[in-house]
């Protein structure tokens, strides 16, 4: 099983960035996403989940309609639109695969992850 997320780096307040977590090894499609997301000090938080159908999609409060979460299960592929960034989205970003979608919002839910990709949102 592997998640591959990449996609981040630095972008100044009020930019964009758009997160990819190429997906291999398990059936994708059956999967529930989520991205998690961890700053310096902080515990690991749930930011987005996307169900097998891309219907039902949940947010964290904080992302405010400025994250967009999508998939494209002929791809094996999860994405993260980001816009209107804040320093405070500052964060390492980790794509995770769950097989359910009760408690997406707890990190236990979910059975992989991947590597981890960094956002910096400074001017």
Do not use: H
């Not at 930011?47 to 219907?55: D, H, K, M």
């Amino acid at each position: 099983v592997q998640l591959q997320a990449s996609g981040g780096g630095l972008v100044q307040p009020g930019g964009s960035l758009r997160l990819s977590c190429a997906a291999s090894g398990f059936t994708f499609s059956s999967y529930v996403m989520g991205w998690f997301r961890q700053a310096p000090g902080k515990e690991r938080e749930f930011v987005s989940a996307i169900l097998w159908n891309a219907v039902q999609i949940y947010y964290a409060d904080f992302v405010k309609d400025r994250f967009t979460i999508s998939r494209d299960n002929a791809k094996n592929t999860v994405y993260l639109q980001m816009n209107s960034l804040e320093p405070e989205d500052t964060a390492v970003y980790y794509c995770a695969a769950a097989p359910g979608v009760r408690y997406y919002r707890r990190r236990s839910t979910y059975d992989y992850w991947g590597q981890g990709t960094q956002v910096t949102v400074s001017s």
